[in-house]
């Protein structure tokens, strides 16, 4: 069992350059996918930053990709990817650090994101974010069209270095979108220096090593981020960058499902506050807060439609049927479970009054109890919809 374990999820840049020069000096390590857990306490406990990569040596934990790849070629034997020349090197660290402010923010997380990543899980490309990007992504393409002027194999020269195996992966998932696929042509170079980077031993073994292509579960949090981003920049009267989310006091049903949602695939920051239903949308004009589930607001009920599917809707959530599923549940829990005549609802009901009768002293001690039912939930929905089931289960099994 080796002794050297890469944490992170199975299509992350980053966690590519780790495992490419992993890869290339023959260490053997375990990959741990981390999808599930993206954001939890566990992932935070090992990078504070909630970011991937991780490595594990035995007792030693690191994070950040530069010190990771870093250390990995100067612990282990095999291949050296720093140049011995102190200019050489000062240029592989130049490179480094233009992969991660350049390169990487334009062709991955503007570009892949909105074209690849985002309309696999069900989530519209923004136009303005991608065409923001590629004049950017030129100036780089052109950069390394003129570093690899010098006709050798490789960024810095003849040697493979850090620098080959950072530029790789954000060029080869940009790669993958049409507008990379329409500029590369243009820079004859470059490609060449692709094509021999992909016939490579060590990167022909890391990518055979891959899983089969599938969706980035957790980038719908990122989607939802963005939009209250927008949200927060546009509010000119905003004073903190914690946005408050509001509704009325004496919570049941949706007044918990809501803000466990919000929490969990909206607003990781979000704040809280539960008022009398007299008072909510004074308080939400004082506090610049978000309504929800309050009468005659976005975030609230439409015709049978719950606050928790509004919700869905706005922040682009119901790409994920087993949230989607969740919503009818507590859809039928809080009203008269006339829409979707969900089977599971009444048992949501019924545990929901139950804690009422807890004795817990205000709503926030209520919604930090019971949002473990809702992750019992969520687990039971994501199994159903594994299953096909996506109406849940008990429909299925009384007809
Ligand atoms: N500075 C970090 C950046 C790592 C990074 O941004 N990783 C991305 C994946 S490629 C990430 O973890 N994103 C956050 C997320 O997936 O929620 C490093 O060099 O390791």
Redesign the pocket.
């Known amino acids: 069992m080796p002794d050297v374990v890469v944490l992170g999820?199975p299509r992350?840049?980053?966690?590519h350059i780790a495992r490419l020069v992993l890869t290339h000096k023959q260490v053997p390590y375990t990959f741990r996918d981390l999808e599930p857990e993206?954001?939890s306490a566990t992932h935070l406990a090992l990078h504070p930053f909630?970011?991937?990569?991780i490595l594990q040596h035995g007792d030693f934990t690191l994070?950040?990709?530069?010190a990771i790849a870093a250390y990995i070629d100067e612990a282990f034997d095999g291949p050296a990817l720093h140049p011995k020349d102190v200019r050489a090197r000062a240029r592989m660290n130049q490179w480094i650090s233009a992969v991660?402010s350049y390169y990487y923010p334009y062709m991955i997380y503007h570009v892949s994101h909105e074209r690849r990543v985002f309309p696999e899980v069900g989530i519209a490309s923004d136009e303005k974010v991608v065409a923001h990007a590629l004049p950017k992504i030129e100036v780089g393409l052109q950069v390394l069209e003129r570093e690899l002027g010098h006709g050798k194999d490789h960024v810095l020269g003849s040697d493979l270095t850090l620098a080959d195996f950072y530029v790789l992966p954000s060029t080869y998932a940009f790669g993958l979108t049409k507008e990379g696929q329409g500029m590369y042509p243009k820079y004859p170079a470059f490609c060449r220096w692709r094509e021999r980077m992909e016939a490579h031993p060590t990167v022909r073994t890391f990518r055979a090593a891959l899983p089969p292509h599938a969706p980035i579960e957790?980038a719908r949090h990122?989607a939802a981020q963005i939009l209250i981003g927008r949200r927060r920049r546009s509010h000119a009267r905003q004073m903190e960058d914690r946005m408050k989310w509001i509704t009325r006091e004496h919570v049941k049903v949706d007044r918990v499902a809501c803000p466990w949602l919000i929490k969990k695939f909206v607003d990781r920051d979000a704040e809280f506050v539960f008022v009398p239903a007299d008072k909510v949308v004074d308080e939400a004009k004082r506090l610049n807060a978000i309504l929800y589930d309050v009468k005659n607001v976005e975030l609230g009920h439409h015709g049978k439609e719950c606050s928790f599917e509004a919700i869905l809707k706005k922040y682009e959530l119901t790409g994920d049927p087993a949230l989607v599923l969740l919503g009818k549940i507590v859809n039928g829990a809080d009203t008269d479970n006339t829409l979707y005549q969900q089977p599971e609802a009444p048992g949501l009901k019924a545990v929901a009054e139950g804690f009422r009768h807890l004795g817990f002293k205000d709503d926030h001690a209520v919604n930090a109890a019971e949002w473990i039912v809702y992750d019992a939930l969520y687990a039971y929905c994501r199994e159903r919809v594994r299953q096909g089931k996506h109406n849940g289960d008990f429909v299925e099994s009384a007809a």
Request: hydrophobic share 35%; no cysteine; aromatic share 22%.
């Open positions: 999820f992350s840049t980053f966690v993206m954001g909630n970011r991937v990569p994070y950040e990709t530069s991660n957790h990122w």
